[in-house]
């Protein structure tokens, strides 16, 4: 990318992150007020996104050197991305389950204070799946 794009990119990103907040603080203060905003923050999100893309796969093919670089390349960055989406969602879905375990066994103890050592196990199964997803990503990354 040249020194034009890059500007071009940044301005793009910087008016796509003020103009909607701007027009939620400083806009009409009426209940249709939030859809507007929602809608301004999505025009223009999508508009930078859409600027992104273009400059980013708008430019001059380059062609690899050899098929095999791009292969193990095109694998190594796959692999990272597996590795993020395992502890990515292995730690969002953890952290719904440690939610609602958590609450109930919150309630639960209030009630009946002998039940704290069984609700402390459903926790700490809960909190489980986060390790075990970070422990795969670990392993995905030593494959690397």
């Known amino acids: 990318m040249t020194l034009a794009t890059k500007i071009i990119f940044?301005?793009?990103?910087?008016?796509?992150i003020i103009v909607p907040f701007g027009y939620y603080l400083l806009g009409e203060k009426?209940?249709?007020?939030?859809?507007?905003?929602?809608?301004t923050n999505a025009f223009?999100?999508?508009?930078?996104?859409?600027?992104?893309?273009?400059?980013?796969?708008?430019?001059?093919?380059?062609?690899?050197?050899?098929?095999?670089?791009?292969?193990?390349?095109?694998?190594?960055?796959?692999?990272?991305l597996a590795a993020a989406?395992?502890?990515?969602?292995?730690?969002?879905?953890g952290g719904i389950a440690v939610a609602s375990a958590a609450s109930a066994a919150l309630g639960a103890i209030s009630e009946d204070s002998s039940v704290l050592g069984k609700s402390l196990i459903f926790v700490g199964l809960a909190e489980g799946v986060c390790l075990y997803g970070l422990i795969i990503s670990f392993m995905i990354l030593g494959n690397l």
Not at 10 to 16: D, E, M
Not at 44 to 67: C, K
Not at 85 to 93: D, K
């Open 44 to 80: 223009f999100f999508f508009g930078a996104f859409a600027i992104a893309t273009i400059m980013l796969l708008g430019g001059p093919d380059v062609q690899a050197a050899g098929s095999v670089t791009a292969d193990s390349g095109f694998a190594t960055g796959l692999g990272y």
């Open 85 to 93: 989406l395992v502890t990515g969602l292995s730690c969002i879905g």
């Open 30 to 39: 009426s209940k249709k007020r939030y859809k507007r905003a929602i809608g």
């Open 10 to 16: 940044i301005i793009a990103l910087i008016v796509s």
